[in-house]
């Protein structure tokens, strides 16, 4: 267990350096930082002064260098634009994405695996071929064309919800939250569908034929069998045998869910991280870049990790190929 | 929603039958950037001022047509042409109470040129403040300075106090690993609003300053603004009601806010002249098939290229009409502005045509064109237009659109100026022709910082005369003539191609009234509510 954990651990952390330098060799196609940062009467010396000191005259490998030092002790600068320190920016901005995730997740979970169920036991009712049909529009429509049409029928035309923001959010400690406000609440609506629904098609159709297959097996036939009422063969036998690789994919769906929130961020102006990075982008903010791509790197590795020590406990056949 | 309002205003009215109290009015914007920093010599930027203008001063301040008029100074006179009187105004508080004095004026101005400053500019265009008393001041030019009033607009004054206390003496750095600046998040001066909550890139809530010295239009007491990145939701804020002004909007979405309920658009020109540019300093262009000579230096080819490019064309089919065609590189607002030189070279493609022949290519030559894509009012859909109108006298561009922070990369001088032909746009910040003559229309020198946005390197010792002499000449009438002669004098050589004026692009509520500035910033004290 513990030399298996010990070569996890060490492949994560190839894997973040990998992208940090990836990452960081990316960063200078984005363009030049230095014009956002200066007006435009500013003198060319000084555009030179500027970039000196802030080292992007050395060489990449020097750079790459000095971030990797710095990130590995939790130091990711200023932001270039803000003059802020990074890792201030990116923790208030955090809560706004994980909440945002979070209610997702929920929304994907609590509708997604019904349908699933749902569609499965009336496989060739006219209600299932709806929702399957209607599900292929979740998948295939992009995020940012769900968001706009969301906030032109509620936001727009009917005027139930906000289109943009988080509302009133109210501050405990470092953490600021939506969920004690009505505004906040009603902010969190649409984007949190928006982000949701491609999850929830994915986790409904996912736990149809996840279903499809449990319910042609025998040990439900058995149940069937034994005279078992349909609801007990259903739920308790066919359902439970479904959900784990659903709580798989969930899982390390919860990671694209913090990830993909760029653009439902971008639509809603959601004060997040996402948010943060694709205003970074355009302004060649590249603190702000790196420290968002490391932690999105980072969250990532956690759940791989997480997912991996779980089947280490749940897969006998893994432990005993340790031991040999 | 209706509903609610008439409620409201029913609570309102009652509230006011109650007590004869100033009514609560709010005023909720968004503009597509964000408010980077608080600190007024932090950076250079159009929008970044123009917000803090709201809340610091300068000793003169533009009233809503951009002139320069008395501010914190209350009057001023010239003593000698580099020496002039201020005399301050008395009685102005700091939002925090400090008293206003000569001290601060002293102190802002060595903070604008301080380590960090992007205000060095401005700052060195004062060469001593002597003080006199608490409220005279004497501030002498390195050399005599026409338009010093308006160099002062953006010299805002800080609280010598306040600054000291919270040790932010020196300007929010751009460069990074500085200790947290005070000055970045906080403020203090003695504008007609201060602010009260700042969340950089997500909010700012700005409140009344009820010991404003000033009388100002406006009747609002709180002002909500965010900044939203996304044109299509700026406007569903507004369309919903949420927001009272939105900008910019894209013109392609001025029918929809016509059509919709309670709002509209709000355009006007905008300060801001767009041109094309083209290389005439290098022998050989850098991106271009002809080798061994630069087209460009041809006359004949310059005249070739603005015969060819229909700007009415543009303004109807791109600018959806909102544009205004210039033959100038400045715009109407902008002091030196010569009317009668404003017409715009003749849209001729037959004529273009033979000069291209006279000057040897007939067939036309290739040139690559650069382009940014997210700077100007449709910057790339007119790159487009250009490309195809000269298409059709046999020249082949190759567009090159990128976004800015891509686009300025390469042709600026970090980038050694790697262009041949390009789009630009450009407001003079002072609102003063100098500025323009200075840094596109004078020969380009690296080493003497000259002419540093002459990305083409136009150049003509004539024009390089005048703008010297324009830079010192105290006696307005001859100094706008030498700007007209210098303008007169580009135009006639065709150095550049100059397309329009953009427009401004608002979208407002019925419910506020407001003053579109033509540098396209929101002034509070013209935002009234009704």
Redesign the interface.
Known sequence: MVSFLFKRLLQSIVVMATVAFIAFSMFKFVGDPINNMVGQDTSQQERDELREKLGLNDPFLVQFGRFSLNAATGNFGYSYKFQVPVSEMIFERMPATLELAFVSAIIALAFGIPLGVYTALRREGFISKMIMSLSLVGVSLPTFLIGILLILLFGVVLRWLPTFGRGEVVEIGAWTTGFLTTSGLKSLILPSITLALFQLTLIMRLVRSEMLEVLRTDFVKFARARGLPNRSVHFKHALKNTLVPVITITGLQLGSLIAFAIITESVFQWPGMGLMFVQAIADVDIPIMAAYLMLIAFFFVIINMIVDILYYAVDPRLRASDGS | ?KLRHGIMAAVAAATIAAAPVAQAETFKYAFQG?L??LDPH????TFLLGSLGNIYEGLSIYDANLAAVPGLAESWETVTPTKWKFNLRKGVKFHNGNDFTAADVVFSWQRTLSEGS?Q???GSKIKNIEVVDDHTIIIETPAPNPILTSDLVYIYIMDKEWSVANKTEGA???????T??YA??HSNGTGPFKIVEH?????TTFDRNAAYWGKIKSNVTKIEF?????A??RV??L????LDLVYPIPVQDWKRLEEAKGVKPLAGPEARTIFLGMDQGRDELLHSNIKGKNPFKDIRVRQAFAHALNLDAIKKKVMRGAATPSGLMVAPQINGYAADLNTPYAYDPAKSKALLASAGYPDGFEVTMDCPN?RYVNDEKICQAAVSMLAKVGVKVDLLA????????KV????NFNTSFYLLG?TP?TMDSE?VLS?LLVCQN?ET?AG??NLGNYCNAKVDELTAKVGSETDQAKRNSMIKEAFKIVQDEVGYLPLHQQPLSWGVSDRVTVNQRADNVLDFRYVVVK
């Not at chain 2, 929010?172 to 500085?178: E, G, I, K, L, P």
């Open positions: 929603m964000n980077s920093s932090s950076l250079n930027e992007d060095k500019v401005r929010t750095s751009a460069s990074a690993n500085t947290g600046n970045n998040l969340k950089a890139d997500v909010k965010t900044p939203i990145k996304e299509a939701t569903a804020a369309i919903s009601g949420e997210n990128q976004p800015k922070s891509k686009y300025f990369g600026l001088a970090s980038g450009w910040g500025n840094s690296v910082k540093l946005f």
